[in-house]
């Protein structure tokens, strides 16, 4: 089993729609989850991160987690066509970061 | 606002050769990260590096890899006999454990592209 999953889409929305971007991930002791996007050719840029169950809003941007479920979520609200990058999740073991290869959003004007 | 940079932005080398990759860590951070991303790929982690020394290392970083701190400002990765397949983006990345907690939350440079011919 992967250690932390991600459809790679393309995830296609219309500007102004909420794009809904999931993630799942096998390692029960996991305690850190975080959201990155990355822009073709750029580096991954920390958008997000929760460490406790449930919701957090960060301006366009909500972070959901249920570790019992061992599932992340990110929404993006009133989605921009700037919007569109690949989204990658990734989860801490240890010190380190696991990633998902990411989903790539495309959020048409 | 803090970044973390990284020199040079683009190196080839020869197969065999040796490369140093240079970061500079947002300056009051005390973890710092290695991580490579092959085109097209996930990104994968190498090293983290606390108090000067190796915190954790994947299976990735085996004899070929080496990270130093030199002085109070930079943080190297050293790839020695290069082969083809380490062609790849490589990331430097830092944070800052702050409030008692590992410091996750890691920030990424803009990377160097290592094109081994």
């Known amino acids: 089993q992967k250690e932390v999953e991600q459809n790679s889409g393309p995830l296609s929305v219309p500007e102004g729609a909420i794009a809904s971007l999931n993630c799942t991930y096998s390692?029960?002791?996991?305690?850190?989850f975080f959201w990155y996007r990355q822009y073709s050719g750029k580096s991954p840029e920390l958008i997000m991160f929760?460490?406790?169950?449930g919701d957090k809003e960060d301006g366009r941007f909500t972070a959901q987690l249920n570790k019992a479920s061992q599932y992340v979520s990110l929404l993006i609200r009133d989605s921009q066509p700037s919007d569109s990058a690949t989204y990658l999740c990734?989860?801490?073991?240890?010190?380190?970061?696991?990633f998902g290869k990411g989903t790539t959003l495309s959020v048409s004007s | 606002e803090p970044e973390v940079t990284q020199t040079p932005s683009h190196q080839v080398t020869q197969m065999g050769q040796e490369v140093i990759l240079r970061c500079v860590p947002i300056?009051?951070?005390?973890?710092f990260y290695w991580y490579r991303q092959i085109l097209g790929q996930k990104v994968e982690f190498l090293v983290s590096?606390?108090?000067?020394?190796?915190?954790?290392k994947s299976e990735i970083f085996d004899d070929q890899f080496s990270v130093e701190r030199p002085d109070g400002s930079n943080f190297t990765l050293k790839i020695r006999s290069t082969k083809l397949e380490d062609s790849a983006m490589y990331f430097c990345?830092?944070?800052?454990?702050?409030?008692?907690?590992?410091?996750?939350?890691?920030?990424f440079g803009p990377g160097t592209r290592l094109t081994v011919t």
């Open positions: 929760i460490y406790s169950n």
């Open positions: 590096f606390y108090n000067n020394e190796i915190s954790e």
């Open positions: 300056s009051n951070h005390l973890y």
């Open positions: 990345a830092s944070s800052d454990p702050g409030g008692g907690r590992m410091g996750y939350e890691q920030y």
């Open positions: 990734a989860v801490n073991r240890g010190t380190a970061l696991i």
């Open positions: 390692d029960r002791g996991s305690q850190s």
